[in-house]
């Protein structure tokens, strides 16, 4: 009698053990065939702690969630299509649970005590829970949380995130479905506009084969271009910015900082200089009559004159140690 107490002694805690551990693989087993059939799993509060409580061999993605107008969650509404893209992928490439992992919602309406004995008080919230035994446990049974402070995420990046928390385990790829219906106003209007280019033909060929036009397109890059507009496209500058007196400043001090107004100014500048100097050499010298001639060189002159004295005070600003200077520009 006594070996056999002994033997029961020792025959209960491994039992125990047993029950737990098929208590575990049955719980990951019966939320992972409700998410063969809907995926992501919605959840309740009591399927919540269900799904979350320890021990636990698999990792579950839960995203708590407030979908209902009246909590004016916009971040909730513009991300659910991209979890439920997510999830569903994921289900779709892993059948078989060989990863492990279940993708769960918890909406505010079904679960108020969990987002209440959690703390929250905003949404969208993700949380990633680690397994706590088997091969892929981890130390900490908390639950890793997902930054949403930089704005709305796509599927691609929350995948790249709860991949790199599941190593050594299958990462079923992101696949989007196919948008029928914008391939389908794609294809019509492509074929729309072939016809009507096939039919303004005529009308467009003199055009685009115009020499002149394309002078004009050029000038108008080169201008441009010498403004400093690769700068803007590089920097990424704001097109104006405050004086600090409640004011717009066009135009930023120092060769390291420009604003995109001042390159437009500085290429209009550069455009009337040059049209200027053009109209001197070119269209000055063929006016038959001399007094007419006369004024067009002095207006022209004036231009020149005023346009560029225009130009070394904005040499001025850009540098303040810049000598030179024109009337009425002192």
């Known amino acids: ?35 063969l059939v809907s995926n992501p799993v919605k959840l309740s509060d009591t399927s919540y702690k269900k799904l979350t409580s320890t021990p636990r061999n698999y990792t579950a993605a839960v995203l708590l969630t407030a979908l209902d107008n009246r909590f004016g969650c916009q971040l909730c509404r513009e991300f659910q299509p991209e979890w439920d893209i997510l999830s569903k992928s994921w289900i779709k490439g892993d059948k078989k649970g060989e990863s492990r ?22 949404a969208p919230v993700l949380l990633l829970f680690q397994p706590t035994t088997g091969p892929h446990a981890v130390s900490s049974a908390e639950p890793i949380r997902y930054d949403f402070t930089n704005g709305p995420q796509v599927a691609e ?78 920097r990424k500058v704001p097109y104006v910015a405050s004086d600090g007196r409640g004011g717009i400043s066009y135009f930023s001090g120092g060769f390291q900082n420009q604003l995109g107004m001042e390159t437009q ?30 004024v067009t060189v002095i207006i022209w002159s004036a231009v020149i ?24 520009f002192m």
């Not at 009698?1 to 990951?28: N, T």
């Open 1 to 35: 009698m006594r070996w056999l107490s002994i033997l029961l002694s020792l025959a209960l805690p491994l039992g125990s053990l047993a029950a737990k551990k098929s208590l575990d693989v049955d719980r990951f087993t019966e939320f992972h065939n409700k998410a």
């Open 101 to 122: 992992t279940v993708f769960a919602t918890l909406d505010f309406s079904d679960g108020r005590d969990t987002f209440m004995s959690l703390g929250l008080q905003t």
């Open 157 to 234: 990046q929350v995948h790249a995130w709860v991949a790199r928390h599941l190593p050594d385990r299958p990462h079923p790829a992101v696949s989007r479905p196919v948008n029928y219906v914008l391939w389908v106003v794609t294809i019509v209007s492509m074929l729309g506009g072939a016809g009507v280019l096939f039919k303004l033909w005529p009308w467009i060929l003199p055009v685009i084969t115009n020499r002149n036009v394309w002078a004009g397109i050029s000038l108008m890059a080169i201008l441009l271009f010498t403004g400093g507009q690769m700068f803007n496209v590089i």
């Open 265 to 294: 100014i500085v290429a209009g500048v550069y455009g009337i200089l040059s049209f200027a100097v053009i109209s001197l050499i070119i269209k000055a010298p063929r006016i038959v009559d001399s007094k007419l001639q006369q």
């Open 305 to 328: 004159f005023l346009v560029y004295g225009l130009l070394l005070s904005i040499f001025r600003v850009k540098n303040g140690g810049y000598p030179f200077s024109l009337p009425p």
